[in-house]
């Protein structure tokens, strides 16, 4: 399967716990993006990178998140003392200019339950 | 600032029906991209069409058309002789390419079922 992965599919953690996601975008994209989606809604936009530069973050995307693309492939989010609001669906995305302006790809997400 | 509305929470059709998906959209910007998604039960978001600021040709795709215009800031999606695999929630969104933002801004979407 050539397309955008992400692990682990399902997180449940604790309320002040840390927790990590990881995407790993088609091989030739160097766009990547996360998404967060609650209930009933759309995804909302967290945060961009162009390689392993981190071009924009969304106001959404508070002290406690850090996103990471070291080497310009895969990415990480990480949640610090995650709060019962960020249990949500995180998805990952990944676009190439050659493919058409814009065109993103998504994961299947992780969803994330926090007790 | 960017909008997108979608102001149908859900439909309810009967297999065979055609059904018409609404979405409306705000943009301060000149140049924009609308997109389509279809997000399953299973939950990964499923990219259907996208189209340019300057292209307001319909389109049809199989059973789906798309209605672009841009008088009434509307992109609106039909799906002709539904059946029972069309049910999943439909987004709408939009992406600002004069003012450079790299996001896909969503509506809040539709959640379409198809009753057998």
């Known amino acids: 399967d050539t397309g955008v992965s992400q692990d682990p599919r399902h997180k449940i953690t604790k309320r002040g716990q840390n927790v990590t996601f990881r995407c790993d975008p088609i091989?030739?994209?160097?766009?990547l993006y996360w998404y967060r989606q609650t209930l009933g809604q759309g995804p909302e936009f967290l945060t961009y990178?162009?390689?392993?530069?981190?071009?924009?973050k969304s106001r959404l995307l508070s002290d406690r998140f850090s996103a990471e693309r070291p080497k310009g492939s895969f990415s990480t989010l990480e949640i610090q003392r995650t709060e019962q609001g960020d249990s949500a669906m995180y998805l990952c995305a990944s676009s190439s200019p050659l493919a058409g302006v814009n065109e993103q790809f998504f994961g299947p997400g992780t969803r994330l339950t926090v007790l | 600032a960017q909008k997108v509305t979608q102001a149908q929470t859900e439909i309810s059709v009967v297999e065979k029906e055609d059904v018409t998906l609404d979405c409306v959209y705000e943009t301060r910007d000149t140049t924009y991209y609308l997109f389509w998604y279809k997000q399953p039960p299973s939950g990964e978001l499923v990219f259907l069409i996208r189209?340019?600021?300057?292209?307001?040709q319909n389109e049809i795709s199989g059973r789906y058309s798309w209605n672009f215009q841009k008088s009434t800031s509307s992109f609106n999606f039909t799906i002709t002789a539904s059946q029972v695999v069309d049910s999943a929630v439909y987004f709408c969104?939009?992406?600002?390419?004069?003012?450079?933002?790299?996001?896909?801004?969503f509506g809040t979407g539709t959640r379409l079922t198809v009753i057998p």
């Open positions: 091989s030739e994209h160097n766009r």
């Open positions: 189209r340019n600021s300057f292209d307001e």
């Open positions: 969104a939009l992406i600002e390419v004069v003012t450079g933002a790299n996001n896909l801004f």
């Open positions: 990178f162009q390689n392993e530069a981190q071009l924009e």
